[in-house]
């Protein structure tokens, strides 16, 4: 599949889960896609994972895997604070997409506004009540199951590239919990 050839995604600040399903959908579709993963176990987990289609990197590698500002259509990070260094790096009218349930509806918004006048869209998904890797017992949300780090994956990628007159939106992707 070719849906995401020629485009440069970052993945930021989720290395596991979340991210690295968004990772394996962009490496999938032909995205060059840069991986940044915090530990070396993360990291070899995530090379494992994704093959030689993608770059996985330590945090003090982002800059020189990054190269010269611009060039990057996607971005993909957990939090406003982690998006803000790889901003110079993203082409105007890229996209941003907030991974992470913590960014509040406002801080999507604010980003948003600030990234306008370069056509770049911000948004957010809210994920809730997703399978973590380690189990444990937790409520069920109203769909009667637990969600996927694919389908929030899903939904994100579609902010990014599908969504092109949306942006300050914040989705849940909470099997029905209630508004973000």
Known sequence: M????????VVVGQATGIGLAIAKRLVEGGAEVLLIARTVQERDHAGVELGSAARVV???AVEAAL????GIDLVFADAVPTVRPMLPHLVDHG???LTAPAPTPASVRALAAELIARGIRVNAVAPSCIEAPAGGAAPLPPLGRLG??????????FLATDATFTTGARLPVDGGLGPP
């Open 148 to 157: 996927s780090a694919e389908e929030v994956a899903r939904a994100a990628l």
């Open 58 to 60: 330590a945090p003090d």
């Open 67 to 70: 190269g010269p500002a611009g």
């Open 95 to 97: 996209a941003v997409v």
């Open 2 to 9: 070719t849906r995401y050839a020629g485009r440069r995604a």
